[in-house]
Every structure is written in structure tokens, then in C-alpha cells.
């Protein structure tokens, strides 16, 4: 069963089943209490699996470079995906090496995503109830990124899963809770 709700236009507009919604929100609760509970394994789980993707990225963008040796740009393609290999082989050698610079790029990623949510939270306060939880997300995922520039680099190890978690879990009440605040506005 789907539902309808109010775009901002006044327009009634075809809405996703709003239990998926909630779902999801209930699954990044639950991973970001996993990753709570276990933050130095949230952070290494984290820092390999980015390590595997960049050197898939890595060997499969070298492949696409050698399939286009006909281009005159091919060398520049194997430039690039070669560094990603080498980036992806070398943090998983070197995994604290890959947890630094893997908290520097969720530090960037969680004040970009706090800013964002707070601008959206604050566009969507005319016409949308509970949208404070979308605040409440922006703030907490601004504060996670100052947490992890202030502690840099003392509490990387740790820091970066920990915060991750409440990330995800903030994230996860945020849909939550805007998953009712629909259903509740629709009918």
C-alpha cells in the first residue's frame, strides 16, 4: 500500500510506503549501535572494506585504461586508477595509515552532511512536522566532525567508529521519525 503526501507545492504526490522508511532508519540505528559497542572494529571494519573497494576500483579502472589504449587520454586513466590500486593496496598493509586518512575523509564527509541537513531541516520547517529531528542530525553530525578535528590524531584508532555510530544512529531516528511525521500528515 502506498501512500500520498503533500509536496511542497500543495500537489498531492506519490510517496514510497512509509514502513520502508522507517525500516531503513531502524537499520542504521541498529548499525550504529554495533559500531558504539565496538568502535576500534567499526573503524579497521570500515578503513579494509574502503581499502578493498579502492583497489577493485583500482584493477578494474587499469583494465578499462588498457581497453582504451586507442584514446590518447589512456595513460592519464592508468595514472589515475593505478593510484587507486596502489592507495587501496597500501591501506590494507598499512591500515593505520588508511584509518588516518580514512577519519579525514569522514570528518569532511560529517561536517558537509551536518551543514546540509541543517539547511534542509530549516527549508522544510513550513511545511513539515518534526522537521527540528532533521536539525538535530545536522547538529549532531557537526559536532562529530569538530570531535574528530580536535581529537586528530590522538583518538583516530577508536574515535572513528565510535562516531560513525552515532552518526548512524541519529540518521536512523532522523528517517524514523520523519517516516511518522509523514503517515501522521497523510492521514
Known amino acids: ?8 507545492r500543495g500537489v498531492a504526490a506519490p510517496q514510497q510506503d512509509t514502513r520502508r522508511l522507517t525500516l531503513v532508519g531502524a537499520a542504521f540505528a541498529a548499525i550504529g549501535v ?19 573497494l579502492f583497489a577493485l576500483w583500482g584493477g578494474v579502472g587499469l583494465w578499462f585504461a588498457w581497453e582504451m589504449q586507442p584514446a590518447p587520454e589512456w595513460r592519464y586513466a592508468a595514472a589515475v586508477f593505478g593510484l587507486l590500486l596502489l592507495a587501496g593496496i597500501v591501506f590494507m598493509i598499512f591500515p593505520v595509515a588508511g584509518v588516518a586518512a580514512l577519519t579525514i575523509l569522514m570528518m569532511i564527509s560529517f ?11 530549516l527549508r522544510s ?3 513539515l512536522a518534526n522537521w527540528g529531528w532533521l536539525i538535530f542530525s545536522g547538529v549532531c553530525s557537526l559536532i562529530i ?20 555510530g552515532v552518526n548512524f544512529l541519529s540518521s536512523g531516528l532522523s528517517l524514523i521519525m520523519l517516516g511518522r511525521a509523514i503517515n501522521t500528515r497523510v492521514t
Open 1 to 8: 500500500m502506498t501512500t500520498k503526501a503533500v509536496s511542497t
Open 34 to 52: 554495533l559500531a558504539i559497542l565496538l568502535p576500534a572494529l567499526a573503524t579497521l571494519t570500515a578503513e579494509l572494506l574502503v581499502a578493498a
Open 145 to 164: 566532525g569538530l570531535v574528530i578535528l580536535i581529537g586528530w590524531p590522538g583518538t583516530t584508532r577508536w574515535m572513528l567508529g565510535l562516531l560513525m
Open 111 to 121: 561536517l558537509m552532511e551536518g551543514i546540509l541537513s541543517v539547511i534542509f531541516g
Open 125 to 127: 520547517s513550513s511545511h
